[in-house]
């Protein structure tokens, strides 16, 4: 349990520290998506007491861009099919991401360009992920937060991905034989991914599902306002 609870305060310190808190209140879309600051509410129960079923006929837009044969690890460019959420409809679905950094102690997956956009007609842009902000993201992470965190608390259960529980992916496709956590940036499909006038959204949260599925050490992160939230020169900076 104490080991389970180290990937929990991973993930609420990367949201709290890096991207400014997990439920975050935002401005009204139509006035420039500014986000003031308040104070953040916690959701990491909901997704581990809440039995998420997965939406199985959604297949991902880029599915056919699958990482090609077993791996040890993943490098930048790979791509992979993994989970992610639509919190407003109650299910996890299959989406594909590419690795876009492999740290010491953490990879940085982030959904591809075509999943990552907001519903068609929709007016706000899709979200884009620079490698600047990967860069500093991964740093951040190696550097500061996985050692405080662990040197407090211990290290996290160790989770390799030879026990995923899906067994509809190539050999050892999530394999990673240190055991290090993946970083899963997506845009979470909570209320504000479909009503753009709704003042709060998901900005991070641990799902087990997530684990059983893929049998890693899994931090999710939402890619919503994005330029505001990440690096030292965001508006809204850790």
């Given at each position: 349990?104490?080991?389970?609870?180290?990937?929990?305060?991973?993930?609420?310190?990367?949201?709290?520290?890096?991207?400014?808190?997990?439920?975050?209140?935002?401005?009204?879309?139509?006035?420039?998506?500014?986000?003031?600051?308040?104070?953040?509410?916690?959701?990491?129960?909901?997704?581990?007491?809440?039995?998420?079923?997965?939406?199985?006929?959604?297949?991902?837009?880029?599915?056919?861009?699958?990482?090609?044969?077993?791996?040890?690890?993943?490098?930048?460019?790979?791509?992979?099919?993994?989970?992610?959420?639509d919190?407003?409809?109650?299910?996890?679905?299959?989406?594909?991401?590419?690795?876009?950094?492999?740290?010491?102690?953490?990879?940085?997956?982030?959904?591809?360009?075509?999943?990552?956009?907001?519903?068609?007609?929709?007016?706000?842009?899709?979200?884009?992920?620079?490698?600047?902000?990967i860069?500093?993201l991964?740093?951040?992470?190696?550097?500061?937060?996985?050692?405080?965190?662990?040197?407090?608390?211990?290290?996290?259960?160790?989770?390799?991905?030879?026990?995923?529980?899906?067994?509809?992916?190539?050999?050892?496709?999530?394999?990673?034989?240190?055991?290090?956590?993946?970083?899963?940036?997506?845009?979470?499909?909570?209320?504000?991914?479909?009503?753009?006038?709704?003042?709060?959204?998901?900005?991070?949260?641990?799902?087990?599902?997530?684990?059983?599925?893929?049998?890693?050490?899994?931090?999710?992160?939402d890619?919503?306002?994005?330029?505001?939230?990440?690096?030292?020169?965001?508006s809204?900076?850790?």
């Amino acid at each position: 349990m104490k080991k389970k609870l180290v990937t929990t305060l991973l993930i609420a310190v990367l949201t709290f520290s890096s991207f400014g808190m997990a439920l975050v209140s935002m401005a009204n879309a139509n006035t420039g998506y500014e986000f003031p600051d308040v104070e953040p509410i916690r959701l990491d129960a909901k997704f581990r007491e809440t039995a998420y079923g997965i939406q199985s006929d959604i297949t991902p837009a880029s599915a056919g861009a699958s990482s090609v044969g077993p791996r040890s690890a993943g490098s930048v460019g790979d791509m992979m099919v993994a989970l992610s959420l639509d919190d407003y409809n109650g299910y996890y679905f299959w989406t594909t991401f590419e690795c876009r950094a492999a740290g010491t102690f953490a990879e940085i997956w982030v959904q591809v360009e075509v999943d990552l956009a907001y519903p068609e007609g929709d007016p706000r842009p899709t979200p884009v992920i620079t490698d600047d902000q990967i860069t500093y993201l991964m740093a951040e992470f190696d550097n500061t937060i996985y050692p405080i965190t662990t040197a407090y608390f211990g290290d996290p259960d160790f989770h390799d991905g030879s026990f995923s529980a899906w067994g509809n992916v190539p050999p050892r496709n999530y394999y990673e034989e240190e055991g290090k956590s993946m970083i899963l940036v997506s845009n979470v499909r909570d209320e504000a991914y479909y009503d753009r006038d709704y003042p709060y959204y998901i900005a991070g949260f641990y799902s087990p599902t997530f684990e059983d599925y893929i049998d890693r050490n899994i931090i999710s992160i939402d890619s919503h306002d994005w330029a505001k939230r990440v690096g030292p020169d965001g508006s809204r900076p850790n």
